[in-house]
């Protein structure tokens, strides 16, 4: 069976992550990102790149290795919140810190793929961040904005990273079931 | 996956594993301790001792409730340590400070309750969201040790079982079912592991404790059966400051809203970090009763605002001197929590019960989601 692993950078939802993937009845692992990129890239056959307290770029020499998951990972990467302003800042985005979200945001899906499959054109997702994504890498689209937030999901499918502001795995988050199943069935 | 047969015959195994010669399970009748000790309990039989601690905090009646309740699946020892409990923390202002001193007397008395009584081990309800909140430096929850490097053989003299430390709320209340846990425990809102010391917000004395026990019982009688998940009431002085730039950010909201800041300070979660900031209180008329909840963006983004509460009513100024906020959130594993869109008839029914104290100056409603606030001000 595939196994999902769980960048834990020590957030407050990353054992959640772990918890809805093995309630949907994937298998998942939460590993540390000192592990190195071959190891990973052996044992596991996607990678989800969940959240943490700390700031991008500023706190870049405390993520390990996960700048280069993000990069050179083969299989399909989730970047949540963190992960997902890590993803855009790797690829050479824009970041911004001043467009703050907290609790319950309406997010309207611009483009749908295959992470949003199935999603309503308009749900509440729950978010809880300082930093966000002003500008999408060249190669990516934007898939979904709020009011505040341009960039609330983004993805290139051609090398299949993706990448969401707000976090799927909490329950006040609609359709966060769905979100999280689309991106495990591409690990399959 | 889990589920609870599985689960229970998993950790059963587990413990008739280890090697003990008997344990004391730490109870305080809400669903996680209860059902740790249930389920050791039925792994090491009369090897284990089940007690309760009146820590002087808990609600009124609550400890002889919880014994009865659960007489026949526990045979719990009533233990009355709220002299210790007083001494230790009246007069502690800071929520951290509360928190650690509460943790650190709560082992003392178990550590000593475990040697007298010759046992080796203690059994806990932690659960997953309290070592993340601790090890994740949001707040420290009484029962986290181990995993923040506290080695419990050394340093209380006792080994630590956790049986539920993976789980979530929602995982234990369908274990607590599976395994016969009365209904009482099982649908019971959680409580904070140092009590009402917490909600008695800033300075802890006897006094604001007492006006903390007599709002609780008011609030949980006032919004019972709406399909809440937990609801209280916390009280602090009335101290406030009047803030120009967060008037400004709400004033088109209605006429002459005003957003005031008290002295005290309240604990939130912003962007997975611990912030312990004001809480800003809102008085005015909205221009209609749904904007209540559409008031914290407004005051918590690019701020150090954690919580954000609206005046239901300040009809019972008669010289007292605490404001009582009243706390509702729906959520299933308390990792996120939303506000209820209680209506404004309900509440100021419950805010003029409150008001008959001559303590109360004014009572206000946390219309504040987790995240940025936390369920709790502490």
Not at chain 1, 119 to 127: H, I, L, P, Q, S
Not at chain 2, 317 to 346: C, E, H, N, Q
Request: charged content about 25%.
């Amino acid at each position: 069976m595939a196994i999902i692993g769980v960048v834990n950078f020590g957030g407050q939802y990353n054992h959640l992550i772990k918890r809805r993937l093995e309630d949907m009845g994937f298998t998942a692992r939460l590993i540390n990102s000192i592990e190195p990129l071959n190891v990973i890239t052996r044992e596991l056959d996607c990678l989800i790149i969940s959240g943490g307290s700390w700031n991008i770029p500023g706190d870049l020499p405390r993520l390990g290795n996960a700048p280069r998951y993000v990069l050179e990972f083969p299989g399909p990467v989730l970047g949540i919140c963190l992960g997902h302003q890590l993803m855009a800042y790797e690829y050479g985005g824009v970041l911004t810190n001043n467009r703050p979200e907290f609790g319950g945001v309406r997010v309207t899906i611009d483009d749908e793929d295959t992470i949003l499959r199935g999603v309503d054109k308009e749900f509440t997702a729950w978010e809880s961040h300082n930093v966000s994504v002003e500008r999408e890498p060249v190669g990516f689209t934007v898939l979904a904005h709020s009011g505040t937030v341009r960039v609330q999901a983004m993805a290139n499918e051609r090398i299949r990273r993706y990448g969401v502001q707000f976090h799927p795995e909490v329950k006040h988050t609609q359709f966060g079931d769905v979100i999280l199943r689309n991106f495990a069935e591409l690990c399959r | 996956m889990f589920t609870p047969e599985e689960f229970t015959k998993a950790i059963i195994n587990e413990i008739r594993g280890l090697e003990i010669r008997c344990a004391v399970a730490a109870v305080s009748g809400g669903v996680d301790s209860t059902t740790s000790a249930v389920i050791t309990r039925l792994a090491i039989n009369d090897k284990l001792i089940p007690v309760l601690f009146d820590t002087g905090f808990m609600r009124i009646n609550e400890p002889v409730e919880v014994i009865e309740s659960l007489r026949g699946l526990l045979p719990i020892r009533l233990i009355d340590v709220r002299e210790e409990f007083y001494r230790a923390m009246m007069g502690l202002s800071d929520a951290e400070e509360k928190r650690v001193r509460f943790r650190d007397t709560f082992y003392s008395a178990l550590s000593k309750l475990v040697k007298d009584n010759g046992c080796d081990w203690l059994v806990q309800g932690t659960i997953a969201p309290d070592w993340i909140e601790t090890v994740g430096g949001i707040k420290t929850q009484h029962n986290v040790l181990a995993q923040i490097g506290i080695e419990t053989d050394r340093v209380y003299g006792f080994k630590l079982l956790e049986p539920l430390r993976e789980l979530y709320k929602d995982q234990v209340r369908a274990l607590a079912r599976f395994l016969g846990v009365p209904v009482s425990i099982v649908d019971r809102q959680p409580f904070p592991g140092p009590g009402l010391s917490i909600r008695a917000v800033g300075l802890l004395t006897m006094e604001k404790l007492n006006v903390v026990k007599w709002s609780t019982k008011i609030v949980e009688d006032g919004l019972a059966n709406l399909g809440l998940s937990q609801w209280f009431a916390a009280a602090w002085e009335d101290e406030r400051v009047y803030d120009e730039e967060l008037s400004r950010r709400v004033k088109d909201l209605g006429r002459g809203l005003t957003v005031e800041t008290f002295k005290v300070k309240g604990t939130g979660v912003k962007g997975d970090s611990r912030e312990y900031g004001r809480i800003a209180v809102v008085s005015g008329e909205l221009d209609r009763w749904g904007v209540v909840f559409n008031l914290y963006p407004r005051l918590t983004y690019g701020t150090d605002i954690t919580h954000v509460i609206y005046e239901v009513s300040n009809g019972g100024v008669k010289g007292g001197k605490f404001f009582v906020t009243i706390r509702a959130v729906t959520t299933s594993d308390y990792m996120t929590a939303d506000v209820p869109k209680l209506g404004r008839d309900i509440l100021i029914k419950v805010a003029e019960e409150l008001a008959k104290n001559d303590s109360v100056s004014s009572i206000g409603f946390d219309v504040t989601p987790k995240p940025p606030a936390t369920i709790e001000f502490e």
